[in-house]
């Protein structure tokens, strides 16, 4: 299935979990943080301003960012758990 977020919307795969610690000791699942990092899947047109023109997002497909800990909206897409964000959610983008 494809989805294309609307508007400023952003659709974002969080980043695995990590299974085990530094020292190697395993987390269970009790214990583990969602992340707060993940990749841009998809993007919308852009945000409409106030004079009518469509000003564009500055986050792309592939791009690795962070985000509000409780930002978003959880979505199943075929399967695998995504989040939809504004890009106001998104607090930068991670580069290499």
């Given at each position: 299935m494809k989805i294309r977020p609307l508007q400023d919307r952003v659709i974002v795969q969080r980043v695995k979990e990590e299974e085990k610690t530094k020292g190697g000791l395993y987390i269970p699942d009790t214990a583990k943080e969602k992340p707060i990092e993940g990749t841009?899947?998809?993007?919308?047109?852009?945000?409409?301003?106030?004079d009518g023109t469509v000003r564009k997002l500055d986050v792309k497909e592939g791009d690795r960012v962070l985000f509000g800990k409780y930002s978003g909206t959880e979505v199943k897409i075929d399967g695998e758990e995504h989040l939809i964000l504004r890009e106001d959610d998104i607090l930068g983008v991670i580069e290499k």
């Open positions: 841009v899947v998809a993007v919308g047109n852009g945000k409409v301003a106030e």
